[in-house]
């Protein structure tokens, strides 16, 4: 007890910790700073050689929300915060939605069926499809399962597997129903969540879209996906209004279009069958005619006018997202098997210092403990 007193670093009220003490402790206790540092290589390079490679790949992007009343100046000014006064509509999506949209459950189910392609599979197979049927559990996934992970598997047993939710039969087809996931589908839908992400700098004014996977060519592929559904869902949200608005003039030009050809046809008729008209009702009937035919097609251009100004709203509204990165397939793994073993023989060094130290601290804390 006594030897291993005086090998304890001294710590002096006044001259505070003695670094050559601590410095020969540590080279007395080399024997067990060895011995971990070489069994935390051996783990490390179980875990290198074993680890799932996973690959990233970013695409950054610049969104522009049209031109109405200098909207590209004010959408990079709403991300930093900013309203400049410019944009009035409210259909307008701020930037600082978009991680929303992609978090969002049908936003991700709409990426889990997307068909990608694998190494070992001949055919485009959507993720889902891949982690239930094809994917084969990794070593290390297993020794976590059954590690880490063993409560979860035990209390999972116990309880039994948790059945899919169904919605019960019946009402009518246009009534509103909530999305039902099944427990597969809740599985890989956290896996996307982990995996698909997108950062806002509000004060560049620029949108990044990172997404991880398991290979390459299925990592660009799905980061392709994931910008195209992007740009999909903020256009729907944008021009929801003016499209509606849209369809309305459209059908409603379609109805005028047909009652003033309606119209026409039958004056054509009336007027080859009378072509030298004489009696006063002959008259009549052709003059109303004419009349009811001038004001169809007079609504008729007037619509066809607004028809072509709604479409050129609607193009107006739609958000353009500019690629300033596009999406590349990545040439190596963004995880490192020589990182992963430097990781681990440092932290096995840094044990095996850390249970040196603290043998010569043990017994001066006994004393102050029983003191």
Not at 301 to 319: F, G, H, I
Request: charged content about 25%; proline content about 5%; overall charge neutral.
């Amino acid at each position: 007890m006594q030897e291993n007193m005086n090998n304890a670093p001294l710590m002096d009220d006044e001259e505070g910790i003695d670094i050559m003490a601590l410095v020969k402790q540590l080279w007395d206790g080399r024997k067990t700073i060895i011995i971990w540092t070489c069994a935390f290589i051996v783990l490390g390079l179980v875990a290198a050689l074993t680890m799932k490679r996973t690959y990233s790949v970013s695409t950054v992007m610049v969104p522009q929300l049209g031109s109405k009343s200098n909207s590209s100046l004010s959408s990079l000014a709403s991300l930093a915060g900013i309203d400049l006064g410019t944009t009035s509509s409210a259909s307008d999506l701020s930037p600082l939605i978009y991680p929303q949209i992609v978090n969002s459950v049908p936003f991700r189910k709409e990426l889990m069926y997307t068909p990608v392609h694998y190494a070992n599979v001949d055919t485009a197979v959507s993720m889902f499809t891949y982690a239930t049927e094809i994917a084969k559990p990794t070593v290390m996934g297993t020794i976590k399962k059954y590690t880490i992970g063993l409560p979860g598997v035990i209390l999972g047993a116990i309880r039994g597997e948790k059945p899919d939710v169904v919605l019960p039969e019946g009402g009518a087809d246009n009534t509103p129903k909530p999305l039902v996931l099944t427990n597969d589908e809740v599985k890989v839908l956290k896996v996307i969540s982990e995996n698909v992400s997108l950062a806002v700098d509000k004060k560049e004014g620029y949108i990044t879209l990172n997404v991880r996977g398991s290979e390459a060519i299925q990592t660009a592929e799905l980061a392709m996906k994931a910008q195209q559904l992007l740009q999909e869902e903020i256009t729907r949200f944008r021009i929801e209004k003016s499209q509606r608005e849209l369809n309305y003039i459209q059908a409603r030009y379609e109805e005028i279009k047909k009652e003033a050809e309606s119209y026409q046809e039958q004056l054509a008729k009336i007027t080859d069958k009378n072509q030298s008209i004489t009696t006063t009702k002959d008259r009549i009937e052709h003059d109303r005619i004419q009349s009811k035919y001038n004001t169809a097609n007079a609504i008729y251009s007037e619509l066809a006018k607004q028809l072509e100004q709604a479409k050129l709203q609607v193009k107006r509204d739609t958000p353009v997202l500019a690629i300033v990165q596009p999406v590349t397939v990545p040439d190596k793994p963004s995880n490192s098997r020589a990182k992963t073993l430097i990781v681990w023989t440092f932290f096995g060094g840094i044990l095996g210092c850390g249970i040196v130290l603290a043998r010569g601290y043990w017994p001066k804390l006994k004393e102050q403990f029983k003191a």
